[in-house]
Every structure is written in C-alpha cells, then in structure tokens.
C-alpha cells in the first residue's frame, strides 16, 4: 500500500520560510518522480516542483528562485524547501508520485501553508 505523508506546513508571515516534509510507504522510493503540487481556494492544483530518481530537479516559474526540492533515498523523505515565501503561495502543498502501466496518480492528504502579508 503506497502511503505519502507531507508535514511541515503552517502560519508563515511574508518573506519567511519552511520546510515541507514528504515520508513515502510502500514503493521503491529511489525509482520514482516525486513531485510537489499545491492548490490554493478557487484553483486548480498547480504543479510546483519534481523530482527524478537521478536528482534532476524541474520548478515552475513563480517559484523557481525561490523553491528548492531534494530527497533522501536513504530515508524515503522528498523536501520542498521554501523561502522568501509570499501571500500569494498560500495553498494545501501535496506530495506526490505515479508509476505502474497506467500511470497511476498517489497523493498524500495534504499540508496547510498560509502567508501572511
């Protein structure tokens, strides 16, 4: 059973950081994409960061001097390091993989990120 458990979210005022947290169950961690996503109220869920098995890091454009996304293959931890954080990334921050021949989607359940200006 493919578990992800994001942690590491909360009340941040404007130009601040954190540190999202992403343990991962039940796959061979160190073969997969990882990838953050995250959605704000009223949007669709946007893609932030990804991961491949080789390190090779992809940020979307609104946060690419901003973000940093790593792993820990030993540990089965995925990281999304945020600074200089702004209102505007206020949104529930998801983990996440796929594989299989169909490409399936798993997510985790989840983590609050507020900006305060």
């Known amino acids: 059973q493919v578990q992800l458990a994001e942690s590491g979210g909360g009340l941040v005022q404007a130009g601040g950081s954190l540190r999202l947290s992403c343990a991962v169950s039940?796959?061979?961690?160190?073969?997969?994409?990882m990838g953050w996503y995250r959605q704000a109220p009223g949007k669709q869920r946007e893609l932030v960061a990804t991961?491949?098995?080789?390190?090779?890091?992809n940020l979307a454009n609104p946060v690419k001097a901003r973000f940093t996304i790593s792993r820990d293959n030993a540990n089965n931890m995925v990281y999304l390091q945020m600074n200089d954080l702004k209102p505007e990334d206020t949104a529930v921050y998801y983990c996440?993989?796929?594989?299989?021949?169909?490409?399936?989607?798993?997510w985790g359940q989840g983590t609050q990120v507020t900006v305060s200006s």
């Open positions: 996440h993989t796929y594989f299989g021949a169909f490409r399936r989607d798993y």
């Open positions: 991961i491949t098995s080789g390190g090779s890091t």
């Open positions: 039940g796959t061979d961690f160190s073969i997969r994409t």
